[in-house]
């Protein structure tokens, strides 16, 4: 007796990896969700969707609460999931995938291209230039060189962020949840958070958002940098109190910011998008063809894995423990 294919339900049509979908296509049986609006996805939970295996998406409580038994997996398409409530699914018995590997490059890319154009003053002169001043008044930037670069969060971003830094003349240093192992930190010697804070002429931030590091760095935090430190952060926004980095970037206890990410997306803080000296760029850290169609991928193929009730490829860490990966 030939059984039914299971039912994969997508949030947002696949853009890049289409290659991939098609094969989960011929396996799955694949649809983009129709519902026009919260309430109307709650009925189709009850009937059209009511035997879905996998989603690809992401979900907070409320929702989660609504999905059918027949669930028994969220693959999300990103490295963070701060936006999906893990509790509420392990809770519930669904397993929840992420994407963490393809996004490394090209978010280390970008964070490299905020650092430079920060630390060089970069952002007034474009201002300048478009409108007609060529660089009249434009004040002067500075060389990496020597200076010591301070990642907090040193997995696989900051891993690369290091790397990438290090022909730029940059010293990095390094505060973890958990001091690793030479290797794992790509050599760069371990410090404490507050040894960070005072030592480092630029920081950059590569940690999760979860009620550990949300508003790690607070007008506190910022009091005990370096006068004219640089801030970097491309991992999410409401690790740093956007007000308070706003207004010590107002006052030039901080020199400049290179920003990927904010804390209320996408509204950002006035003062911050008053200042000049505020790189700012509107979450792109992920936003090439190639390594969307990466994330796009492993969330697929998760999903088949789930379905077909292979070993998943990259189980959530929360929900590690017993599982197999």
Known sequence: MRHPRPQILFFNPVRHALRKYQELASVAQVEVISSTNRLEFFKDLEKKYKDITAIYSKFDAELIQKLPASLKFICHNGAG????????????????????????????????????????????????????????????????????????????????????????????????????????????????????????????????????????????????MKDSVVIVNTARGAIIDEAAMAAALDSGKIASVGLDVYENEPEINKTLMGNERALLIPHLGTHTTETLAAMESLAMENARRGCFGESLLTVVTEQQEGKSL
């Open 81 to 224: 999931y701060d936006a999906i409530d893990i509790q509420a699914c392990t809770a519930r018995g669904i397993t929840v995938t992420n994407a963490p590997d393809p996004v490394t490059n090209a978010t280390a890319d970008l964070t490299l291209f905020l650092l430079l154009g920060a630390i060089r003053q970069l952002n007034p002169s474009l201002g300048s230039l478009r409108k007609g001043a060529f660089k009249t008044g434009v004040d002067f930037g500075h060389d990496p060189q020597g200076k010591i670069l301070g990642i907090i969060g040193m997995g696989r971003i900051g891993r690369a962020v290091k790397r990438r830094a290090e022909p730029f003349g940059l010293k990095t240093i390094y505060h973890n949840r958990n001091q690793l192992t030479e290797a794992e930190a790509a050599g760069a010697p371990y410090v404490s958070f507050h040894e960070l804070l005072t030592k480092s002429d630029i920081i950059s931030l590569h940690v999760p958002l979860n009620s550990q590091t949300r508003y790690m760095i607070g007008a506190d935090e910022i009091a005990k």
